[in-house]
């Protein structure tokens, strides 16, 4: 079991930037790709970013790219998502997710554990 708690979202002006945290614990967490997902009201949940290990592979959807980077500390057992120049279409609970075949797929039923997710909201 792995267990994943987000943290580090809010309220912010369009333009403005905000760092996610993701805190695993239980199994080791280097043996795990790592994913952030968001999901807006009324929409699916859907691929943002992943990363496969440590200064490894990483993957971005078409809508972040240049915005959005991917990262984790596998010392820490931590993963980041940083978000800048964001915008009021990326309001939504952002999710971490946990994949145990260490391909960080953009499928999210590919995801074995997840977090309860942290509410970014933009501003215009």
């Known amino acids: 079991q792995v267990q994943l708690v987000e943290s580090g979202g809010g309220l912010v002006q369009a333009g403005g930037s905000l760092r996610l945290s993701c805190a695993a614990s239980?199994?080791?967490?280097?043996?795990?790709?790592m994913a952030w997902f968001r999901q807006a009201p009324g929409k699916e949940r859907e691929f943002v970013a992943g990363?496969?290990?440590?200064?490894?592979?990483?993957f971005y959807a078409d809508f972040v790219k240049g915005r959005f980077t991917v990262s984790r500390d596998d010392a820490k057992n931590l993963a980041f998502l940083q978000m800048n120049s964001l915008k009021p279409e990326d309001t939504a609970v952002y999710y971490c997710?946990?994949?145990?075949?260490?391909?960080?797929?953009?499928?999210?039923?590919?995801?074995?554990?997840w977090g309860q997710g942290t509410q970014v909201t933009v501003s215009s």
């Open positions: 990363i496969r290990w440590s200064g490894g592979e990483t």
């Open positions: 239980g199994r080791t967490f280097s043996d795990y790709a």
């Open positions: 997710a946990a994949d145990a075949r260490r391909l960080a797929p953009s499928r999210r039923y590919d995801y074995d554990y």
